[in-house]
T-cell receptor, first 115, second 115 residues
Framework: DGGITQSPKYLFRKEGQNVTLSCEQN?????MYWYRQDPGQGLRLIYY???????QKGDIAEGYSVSREKKESFPLTVTSAQKNPTAFYLC??????????????FGPGTRLTVL | AQSVTQPDIHITVSEGASLELRCNYS??????LFWYVQSPGQGLQLLLK????DTLVQGIKGFEAEFKRSQSSFNLRKPSVHWSDAAEYFC?????????????WGLGTSLAVNP
């Protein structure tokens, strides 16, 4: 089945540690996205990538880093510089077409808790 | 700047009752509009989308939405709600901006269903 996988589902981290969240897709989509979700704040865009080896900052990129070495993979690193990293993290992907607003497909999410 | 407003943070309906979730957008041209649903602790699933053409669009799970340009609205409706419809609902609009492929998200409406 085609889809997006995120691992792990739950992740615990000590303060001061970096942690990497995995996102893999087999939909052959060009674009991939990382969102952070907090209660009552909807989805906030962290980073996105429309092509391999290129990515752009979203609205809340500080304290996060990404890489896009392969089309299928878009890992997110939460660094120790992120002051409040406890949240639910969602990865998404989409086809890049000449039309606008390509629909995004989502993974199941990773819940990160900083202890 | 483009924006999406979901005026109702939380709605409670009785099972079998009709439902309407509101979504208003601010956009300079014809928008691309989406409704997504999220069950607790899960990723988002696309319910329906509007790109062009017929302003009444049908989606999955018995949902429909109507695009009203004059009111800048894209309200989601269901004639008879089931207990399994309890979830968070998000409206989103496709953004214009060069090669931008971002979606602008509303903050969501939480739906509770009374038996």
């Amino acid at each position: 089945d085609g889809g997006i996988t995120q691992s792990p589902k739950y992740l615990f981290r000590k303060e001061g540690q970096n942690v990497t969240l995995s996102c893999e897709q087999n939909l052959n989509h060009d674009a991939m996205y990382w969102y952070r979700q907090d209660p009552g704040q909807g989805l906030r865009l962290i980073y996105y990538s429309q092509i391999v080896n290129d990515f752009q900052k979203g609205d809340i990129a500080e304290g996060y880093s990404v890489s896009r070495e392969k089309k299928e993979s878009f890992p997110l690193t939460v660094t120790s510089a992120q002051k409040n990293p406890t949240a639910f993290y969602l990865c998404a992907s989409s086809i890049v077409r000449t039309s606008l607003g390509d629909e995004q497909f989502f993974g199941p999410g990773t819940r990160l808790t900083v202890l | 700047a483009q924006s999406v407003t979901q005026p109702d943070i939380h709605i409670t309906v009785s099972e079998g009752a009709s439902l309407e979730l509101r979504c208003n957008y601010s956009y300079g041209a014809t928008p691309y509009l989406f409704w997504y649903v999220q069950s607790p602790g899960q990723g988002l699933q696309l319910l329906l989308k509007y790109f062009s053409g017929d302003t009444l669009v049908q989606g999955i799970k018995g949902f429909e939405a109507e695009f009203k340009r004059s009111q800048s609205s894209f309200n989601l409706r269901k004639p008879s709600v089931h207990w399994s419809d309890a979830a968070e609902y998000f409206c989103a609009v496709g953004e214009v901006g060069g090669n931008n492929r971002k979606l602008i998200w509303g903050l969501g409406t939480s739906l509770a269903v009374n038996p």
